[in-house]
């Protein structure tokens, strides 16, 4: 815990020129968080899956989504997780999440290349929540109390009712593939590859609109 808050301090001050003492509220969510973290996943089942902490979307100021986990199966996943330490979750912060999910579904060149599904998951630590997990469909997200982010880790995406199943509409792009099966092979190259090398690629992704962005 110690070393991942130092880190994040250390990025903070690099990449927002703040001194520690100016962000001691963000401190105290962070160690809140990672309790949070460690008490849900200590019998996470899938240990090559990846865990990316205040991670800045490309292009986007000051957004960085809390915790985003890449889940590496026959497809790629990712679960973007935002924190709240209150019981009562506003819209904005509903929207927030939801606006970070949109980001990365159609402007994250790796996500809309290699990623089958993002799912934006809303959690409150604070002991009043009320301790269930619901979609909410306005806003396309999970929201989870404080025992259930687990199940919805390791169970399959729960989509919205009225929504399209998915923002990501394909694997890879025209641009990457001549035809379908080479689009197939590129995919399963990708699936394929070691968690470290799926890591890099994404921490090393550029802002691009998705194919889908563009046409529109």
Request: aromatic share 10%.
């Amino acid at each position: 815990t110690e070393d991942i808050v130092q880190a994040l301090i250390q990025l903070y001050v690099n990449h927002y020129n703040e001194h520690t003492s100016q962000i001691q509220p963000q401190i105290r969510a962070w160690y809140d968080s990672l309790m949070y973290l460690k008490s849900c996943l200590k019998d996470y089942p899938f240990p090559d899956d990846l865990i990316i902490f205040e991670y800045i979307l490309p292009r986007s100021g000051l957004s960085r989504p809390d915790v985003i986990i890449i889940q590496q199966r026959e497809t790629i996943t990712i679960k973007v997780i935002e924190f709240k330490s209150h019981p009562h979750l506003a819209e904005n912060e509903k929207w927030q999440l939801r606006l970070y999910v949109q980001k990365l579904s159609y402007y994250h060149d790796f996500s809309h290349q290699h990623v089958n599904y993002i799912q934006g998951i809303l959690i409150s630590t604070h002991p009043k929540w009320d301790d269930t997990s619901r979609m909410d469909d306005e806003h396309a997200i999970i929201i989870v109390g404080r025992t259930h982010l687990l199940d919805t880790l390791t169970s399959p995406p729960l989509l919205p009712s009225e929504l399209p199943s998915s923002p990501i509409t394909s694997v890879v792009d025209d641009s990457q593939a001549d035809n379908t099966s080479t689009a197939a092979n590129y995919a399963q190259k990708v699936i394929a590859a070691d968690p470290k090398e799926i890591l890099e690629m994404f921490l090393a992704s550029e802002y691009r609109p998705s194919p889908a962005i563009v046409h529109s």
